[in-house]
T-cell receptor, first 115, second 110 residues
């Protein structure tokens, strides 16, 4: 049973560019959440997708957008990249998270470096 | 979301039990305590969670005090592979996001 997968593993971009990160959830999961983890910090919630809709959003600007596909996979898009966007981007999947005992499972992350 | 407090770092000898404390004095009745760990540059790994009763799985045990204001994660026989940052998270029932703090950096020494 494959766990959460993310691609690419590493990415280098320059300021002002746009980037797309991809996530495939764990088998049987229908909900995808994205987190940003800056160096030395804990992960910070960006947003969550369920039924192809953004269900909740953290304190991130509109430059961060996402999409969920009918097969539950998801993309995170970041426009107009800033140096401060350099971070590990984590995807987590769950089954209709919101029930009391559902659990989010994380992928290995994508390391984004903005030069 | 209730706030959690963890020591920034701890050391433990290999083969001994590692006991990681977490304070969550403002926890409410419908909030669960979750533990994750993150080995360097990898994604967080789910360990265990509980509401009020003690819980045990193949990875660890979770002891929650009767007043639910604190908890302890126990790794019964720590190995070098248990060296990681451990996060204690309190999750509001129905909430979509996990709120991570700084965690405890646990170092297992040979």
């Amino acid at each position: 049973d494959a766990g959460v997968t993310q691609s690419p593993t590493h990415l280098i971009k320059t300021r002002g560019q746009q980037v797309t990160l991809r996530c495939s959830p764990k088998s049987g999961h229908d909900t995808v959440s994205w987190y940003q983890q800056a160096l030395g910090q804990g992960p910070q919630f960006i947003f969550q997708y369920y039924e192809e809709e953004e269900r909740q959003r953290g304190n991130f600007p509109d430059r961060f957008s996402g999409h969920q596909f009918p097969n539950y996979s998801s993309e995170l898009n970041v426009n107009a990249l800033l140096l401060g966007d350099s971070a590990l981007y984590l995807c987590a999947s769950s089954f209709n998270f919101g029930a009391d005992t559902d659990t989010q499972y994380f992928g290995p992350g994508t390391r984004l470096t903005v030069l | 979301d209730a706030k959690t407090t963890q020591p920034p770092s701890m050391d433990c000898a290999e083969g001994r039990a590692a006991n990681l404390p977490c304070n969550h004095s403002t926890i409410s009745g419908n909030e669960y305590v979750y533990w994750y760990r993150q080995i360097h540059s990898q994604g967080p790994q789910y360990i265990i969670h509980g509401l009020k009763n003690n819980e045990t799985n193949e990875m660890a045990s979770l002891i929650i005090t009767e007043d639910r204001k604190s908890s302890t994660l126990i790794l019964p026989h720590a190995t070098l592979r248990d060296t990681a940052v451990y996060y204690c998270i309190v999750r509001v029932a129905g909430a979509q996001k996990l709120v991570f703090g700084q965690g405890t950096r646990l170092t297992i020494n040979p």
